[in-house]
């Protein structure tokens, strides 16, 4: 199923559940989803495709994550309690991530796959790994990784 239908059917089930933070935060991924959508009609495109929806999750996640930390600098646990609340639902849409086995395992494929030999080849490494596994790798701790292994 696809997530735009599953952002829907699961608000459905959340407003006759009557549980109203699972339902605000449906409400706004589906905001967001349409924003991103009206983004890409310049481009001809009228939905943007699932690996974009995946990518906007990860970008709300991210966003959220980051105010957790202020809040927490603020000493406003009940605002970080709101936002991890949010990061629960957000992330039960996403597809599941590489644990550091694999990840270790999907770079050193992407080196030997590239011919990657020093950091001025971290790009072509990098763009490999997007290619694969955009949707279950974390882009910015492979992105550490990668340039550990070249650099050592």
Wanted: overall charge positive.
């Amino acid at each position: 199923m696809a997530l735009r239908d599953q952002f829907t059917d699961q608000l459905k089930l959340s407003m006759k559940a009557g549980d109203a933070a699972r339902t605000s935060t449906l409400r706004m991924i589906l905001a967001r989803l349409k924003d991103t959508d009206i983004a890409a009609r310049p481009k001809g495109i009228d939905k943007v495709p699932e690996e974009e929806v995946v990518a906007m999750l990860r970008g709300m996640v991210k966003s959220r994550r980051d105010s957790i930390a202020l809040y927490q600098q603020g000493n406003r646990p009940e605002l970080a309690a709101k936002e991890e609340a949010e990061i629960a639902v957000i992330e039960g849409f996403l597809p599941q991530q590489m644990d550091d086995v694999a990840t270790g395992a999907a770079i050193v494929a992407a080196i030997a796959e590239t011919g990657a030999t020093g950091i001025k080849d971290m790009g072509k490494v990098m763009a490999a790994l997007k290619a694969r596994h955009a949707a279950t790798l974390d882009m910015a701790r492979a992105g550490a990784l990668v340039k550990a292994a070249l650099a050592g």
